[in-house]
T-cell receptor, first 115, second 115 residues
Framework: DSGVTQTPKHLITATGQRVTLRCSPRSGDLSVYWYQQSLDQGLQFLIQYYNGEERAKGNILERFSAQQFPDLHSELNLSSLELGDSALYFC??????????????FGEGSRLTVL | AQSVAQPEDQVNVAEGNPLTVKCTYSVSGNPYLFWYVQYPNRGLQFLLKYITGDNLVKGSYGFEAEFNKSQTSFHLKKPSALVSDSALYFCAVRDHPGGGNKLTFGTGTQLKVEL
């Protein structure tokens, strides 16, 4: 158990709809990362938050948005869903400090299916 | 931009034999390199990292990786494979400076260990 909790584990929805994925990081971790894993694109970095502020942005579509709340949990909002958005969405968190630099702890993912 | 390449989609090895999963990198400056493993229906788990120091890095579950600057490689190795090592393995590089702990992952190599 990584200590990172993601909900829901599975989600099935229709094109055009909007969903919210939730992530609770490990206790004490200030950084949260969102990744998308699909068969054709592999593991793609979407966005990172650090203590409530956006820290880095990757290949995140304009239809997607994220935020990190004061209690450090994060939400990824996906709107106007398309079939191609079907994927496994991972949240990861990391401890601060150079000793642990780059060691991410991943949740088990939220599998999104868009029909 | 930092990147890593995993040239093999799949590696097959017999149990008890040594295994190698290949990774090459392209970075500006000194590389921060990582290996992660993903078991079916699970999130990624950290195996090991190279930041600086000894070129041979030891990690979890008996895995090790050899950093080779002249060949820009960071191959994952294990002296004696187990069936339970069968999983998807990802090489990753950390963006720096200024990239926080964001990791860019390779496309993954499926390791299959057979009896």
């Amino acid at each position: 158990d990584s200590g990172v909790t993601q909900t829901p584990k599975h989600l099935i929805t229709a094109t055009g709809q909007r969903v919210t994925l939730r992530c609770s990081p490990r206790s004490g971790d200030l950084s949260v990362y969102w990744y998308q894993q699909s068969l054709d694109q592999g593991l793609q970095f979407l966005i990172q938050y650090y203590n409530g502020e956006e820290r880095a942005k990757g290949n995140i579509l304009e239809r997607f948005s994220a935020q990190q709340f004061p209690d450090l949990h994060s939400e990824l909002n996906l709107s106007s869903l398309e079939l191609g958005d079907s994927a496994l969405y991972f949240c990861a968190s990391s401890a601060t400090g150079t000793a642990n630099a780059g060691e991410l702890f991943f949740g088990e993912g939220s599998r999104l299916t868009v029909l | 931009a930092q990147s890593v390449a995993q040239p093999e989609d799949q590696v097959n090895v017999a149990e008890g034999n040594p295994l190698t999963v290949k990774c090459t990198y392209s970075v500006s400056g000194n590389p921060y390199l990582f290996w992660y493993v993903q078991y079916p229906n699970r999130g990624l788990q950290f195996l090991l990292k190279y930041i600086t120091g000894d070129n041979l890095v030891k990690g979890s579950y008996g895995f090790e990786a050899e950093f080779n600057k002249s060949q820009t490689s960071f191959h994952l190795k294990k002296p004696s494979a187990l069936v339970s090592d069968s999983a998807l393995y990802f090489c990753a590089v950390r963006d720096h400076p200024g990239g926080g702990n964001k990791l860019t992952f390779g496309t993954g190599t499926q390791l299959k260990v057979e009896l």
